[in-house]
């Protein structure tokens, strides 16, 4: 039996990265206990493990092109999901090591996952369908997070500890990627729809090498790396400064990205979306860090979460929009999109931290750090291409002369 059906393909990919999301925040969130169980008390050890994490991302995400390259995108997304179900070990891990290892393989899925994404939408839907289908795998780790937030007492109940809720969730994402065996591997509805798309057949190899020697892969990254700085510094280093606004920020991103999802189903031009989001975001990141008020940082957080994803269907489906992309090359693009904006955010990262020591605690001169880096979103979208330019109104006029005519 075959699984044809371009939505039933669709659920399997979004619920797997949903279930991505809750393992992998399901588990930090039970960190504290893990490591008690494990005797440790080494702020070190758990900073190692997060250290691990961003490395698998980076790696992950880099190497994904090649493992599609020489597997196809249907064995290699069967093997970002066997990599998730890894996660399994972080609940029955006896030692640091095996926690160690176990998180680093998950969260290697988890970045490979995400890549292939965009090759599975590219395969079985249409151009026209992508932008929806993009915003809906975008807004995935959210409602992972978001029902880890609102509800893993719940859940921890409901199984008897966290434990046994990791383990199901691993339990289940091997069901799902099971299934996954059973989709047909020659999708017949998308690549035919566009005069932007050629066939597989006819494509030619694009690897790393034109990958990284293309300048719109470099702008296209960097556009998105100073934002996946912030929204990362947001959950590491802003709690610690007195601003815990985190899940505020989670409910308003999956609201935007909705919205987002209507938008562009809508109204075709990407780069004007991108730009004005990113205006926004950076005045909000400013309003967030440096006003003391807990309501106006309120507020800050819930537009800041709106707008972080509203534009990201409009960043995301950019790349299904260019002349003569393929599968194949659009899984290099990302591939190098998530590795340069993972590497870029995780030096940061790294700075952000370096310069609230050297200020013995201070966080307003890294405020001002990340707030500049944010504006990459802003300062980026003058260098995307526009894939659905405005008609110009002398052509259209030109072209009602002519059909009078």
Not at 298 to 319: C, K
């Amino acid at each position: 039996m075959k699984i044809r059906n371009k939505y039933l393909v669709e659920a399997i990919v979004f619920m797997s990265y949903v279930l991505f999301a809750m393992a992998w925040v399901g588990g930090t969130a039970s960190m504290s206990q893990i490591m008690s169980s494990m005797q440790l008390d080494s702020y070190a050890s758990a900073s190692f493990i997060s250290g691990a994490v961003t490395f698998a991302k980076i790696v992950g995400t880099f190497m994904a092109a090649w493992l599609a390259i020489k597997f196809g995108v249907k064995v290699a997304f069967f093997i970002s999901g066997l990599l998730v179900v890894l996660g399994i070990f972080t609940p029955l891990a006896q030692d640091y090591e095996w926690l160690l290892v176990s998180r680093f393989l998950m969260g290697l899925g988890g970045a490979l996952m995400i890549v292939y994404f965009n090759p599975i939408v590219m395969n079985w839907f249409s151009l026209e369908e992508r932008s929806t289908i993009n915003g809906l795998n975008a807004v995935a780790f959210n409602v992972g997070t978001a029902i880890i937030l609102t509800s893993m007492v719940s859940i921890n109940e409901l199984t008897g500890n966290w434990q046994n809720s990791l383990v199901l969730f691993s339990i289940i994402s091997l069901v799902l990627i099971v299934i996954w065996l059973f989709v047909d591997d020659q999708p017949t509805t998308a690549q035919t729809s566009s005069q932007n798309t050629v066939s597989q057949d006819s494509e030619q190899t694009y690897g790393y090498v034109d990958g990284l020697k293309d300048p719109f892969n470099w702008a296209y990254s960097l556009c998105y790396a100073g934002l996946l700085a912030f929204y990362i510094c947001l959950f590491t280093f802003y709690p610690k400064a007195g601003v815990s606004e985190s899940s505020v920020v989670i409910g308003f991103g999956i609201v935007g990205t909705i919205a987002g999802m209507i938008y562009s189903k809508r109204i075709k031009q990407r780069v004007s979306v991108i730009k004005w989001s990113g205006l926004i975001v950076t005045l909000m990141v400013f309003t967030l860090s440096f006003v003391s008020s807990e309501s106006i940082q309120a507020l800050a957080a819930m537009v800041l979460g709106f707008f972080i994803f509203f534009p990201i269907t409009a960043l995301v489906s950019i790349p299904h929009e260019l002349p003569k992309m393929t599968s194949n090359k659009i899984t290099v693009v990302f591939s190098l999109f998530w590795s340069i904006s993972y590497l870029f955010a995780t030096v940061v990262l790294w700075l952000f931290g370096k310069i609230v020591d050297m200020n013995n605690g201070d966080f307003q001169y890294a405020f001002g750090l990340i707030a500049m880096v944010s504006s990459t979103l802003f300062l980026g979208s003058f260098f995307l291409p526009e894939t659905n330019p405005k008609p110009n109104k002398n052509s259209i006029s030109n072209d009602s002369n002519e059909q009078e005519a």
